[in-house]
């Protein structure tokens, strides 16, 4: 028992995701573990996680968990799962290679919406944007990156998922994915089809419409770039399950197609 304690410790610091002792139990996130020691050995460059909860951040935790070690290397990110806040620390080396603000801006676009379920991606997403960008100002190659999805930050797609109004469904889809799935459609559809047309009629609804196209391209454009990475284990395990029940979808979109169809065009006001 004592030499697996040892072991997964020390598993654990060569990851370089930490858990204090009074965290809850989590999954090590394997992409994160991979690229954070490869980028280490290659540039020495070390990104530590601190996950943590009820972090009351000052010089004296931080010193708990620096413990005397050198940390112009580092780039520390705390992570509070209970209060889902961050709180971060670059040593001095760090910040030619990633300006304070810019890693400011990555950590909370990618902290966002910290759940659970979708924790262990979030952080392997952080981990593989920030290797990736320091890698490349460092010149080096890391054979972790490949076949990885490393969010593109820097693009002006992934820009608007910070900005209104698409910042909202961001959010919005992290809170309910599924809720989401179903409701926004038809909450956007209101909002620049019926609603226009009660207040200025057919002509203007018409117009609305295309809008209506326009800004539920551009919505779902921005979401598949925030979340891509976040739910692909999520969304292998759906395909899985909806693979098993296939037979019973294909029967009954056959049955009820006529009914689907006319429920549809009846509700959207499409022509049939």
Same mark, same amino acid.
């Given at each position: 028992?004592?030499?697996?304690?040892?072991?997964?410790?020390?598993?654990? %610091?060569?990851?370089?995701?930490? =858990?204090?002792?009074?965290?809850?139990?989590?999954?090590?996130?394997?992409?994160?573990?991979?690229?954070?020691?490869?980028?280490?050995?290659?540039? *020495?460059?070390?990104?530590?996680?601190? /996950?943590?909860?009820?972090?009351?951040?000052? #010089?004296?935790?931080?010193?708990?968990? /620096?413990?005397?070690?050198? #940390?112009?290397?580092?780039?520390?990110?705390?992570?509070?799962?209970?209060?889902?806040?961050? =709180?971060?620390?670059?040593?001095?080396?760090?910040?030619?290679?990633?300006?304070?603000? +810019?890693? @400011?801006?990555? /950590?909370?676009?990618?902290?966002?919406?910290? #759940?659970?379920?979708?924790?262990?991606?979030?952080? +392997?997403?952080?981990?593989?944007?920030?290797? #990736?960008?320091?890698?490349? @100002?460092?010149?080096?190659?890391?054979?972790?990156?490949?076949? $990885?999805?490393?969010?593109?930050?820097?693009?002006?797609?992934?820009?608007?998922?910070?900005?209104?109004?698409?910042?909202?469904?961001?959010?919005?889809? =992290?809170?309910?994915?599924?809720?989401?799935? %179903?409701?926004?459609?038809?909450?956007?559809?209101?909002?620049? $089809?019926?609603?226009?047309?009660?207040?200025? *009629?057919?002509?203007?609804?018409?117009?609305?419409?295309?809008?209506?196209?326009?800004?539920?391209?551009?919505?779902?454009?921005?979401?598949?770039?925030?979340?891509?990475?976040? =739910?692909?284990?999520?969304?292998?395990?759906? %395909?899985?399950?909806? $693979?098993?029940?296939?037979?019973?979808?294909?029967?009954?979109?056959? $049955?009820?197609?006529?009914?689907?169809?006319?429920?549809?065009?009846?509700?959207?006001?499409?022509?049939?």
């Amino acid at each position: 028992m004592n030499l697996t304690v040892v072991f997964f410790a020390a598993f654990l %610091s060569l990851s370089g995701v930490e =858990y204090r002792q009074n965290t809850e139990s989590a999954l090590l996130p394997p992409v994160a573990g991979q690229l954070t020691g490869e980028l280490e050995s290659k540039t *020495g460059i070390k990104i530590r996680f601190i /996950i943590d909860k009820n972090i009351e951040y000052n #010089s004296k935790y931080f010193q708990e968990v /620096i413990k005397g070690r050198k #940390s112009d290397n580092d780039i520390v990110i705390f992570i509070d799962k209970v209060k889902n806040k961050y =709180y971060k620390f670059q040593g001095k080396n760090t910040t030619g290679l990633l300006g304070p603000d +810019d890693l @400011k801006y990555i /950590i909370e676009n990618e902290t966002n919406g910290f #759940s659970g379920l979708l924790f262990n991606e979030k952080l +392997d997403s952080l981990s593989a944007v920030l290797a #990736s960008l320091i890698s490349e @100002k460092k010149g080096v190659t890391l054979k972790g990156l490949k076949g $990885v999805y490393v969010k593109p930050v820097n693009s002006f797609i992934y820009r608007l998922t910070n900005t209104p109004p698409f910042s909202f469904a961001v959010k919005a889809f =992290y809170y309910r994915w599924y809720m989401f799935i %179903s409701i926004f459609p038809i909450v956007t559809w209101f909002v620049f $089809v019926k609603a226009v047309e009660i207040l200025f *009629g057919g002509q203007a609804a018409e117009k609305g419409i295309k809008v209506w196209k326009v800004f539920l391209f551009t919505a779902f454009c921005v979401i598949i770039t925030r979340v891509l990475l976040d =739910y692909n284990r999520l969304v292998g395990a759906i %395909s899985a399950i909806l $693979v098993l029940f296939m037979p019973f979808v294909a029967m009954g979109s056959a $049955v009820f197609k006529d009914e689907i169809r006319s429920f549809t065009f009846k509700f959207f006001g499409w022509e049939d």
